[in-house]
């Protein structure tokens, strides 16, 4: 199937031939006329001198650190004792399964 060229899309949306002839076609039930989206002008690009993009980006990556809500001392020690109960119990878990599964493995796979 042969590509279209834009004039003829248009013109198969507003139920016109595809040659650029009007179908007749009564006033009312005629499609506004497709305006083009005016051209996106480009901004000039400012040159910059070697090296200030990595200070540019030290920079803001030091004005995110100020809006940072830090934890405070209290807060620090919950999330602390979380992670390391986690991890107990995590341990606990995985050296359990392991001693269970230690006879099996030895008398089924390792005759």
Request: glycine share 6%; net charge positive.
């Amino acid at each position: 199937m042969a590509r279209q060229t834009r004039d003829q899309r248009r013109a198969r949306r507003a139920g016109a031939p595809a040659d650029g002839t009007q179908a007749e076609r009564p006033r009312a039930a005629q499609p506004e006329p497709v305006r083009a989206a005016p051209a996106a002008r480009a901004e000039p690009v400012e040159r910059q001198l070697p090296g200030s993009r990595s200070r540019r980006f030290v920079a803001e990556a030091w004005a995110e650190l100020k809006k940072v809500e830090w934890p405070n001392q209290s807060q620090l020690i919950q999330g602390v004792v979380v992670v390391l109960v986690a991890c107990i119990v995590v341990g606990v878990y995985l050296w359990g399964a392991d001693q269970v599964f230690k006879p099996l493995v030895q008398k089924v796979l390792l005759r």
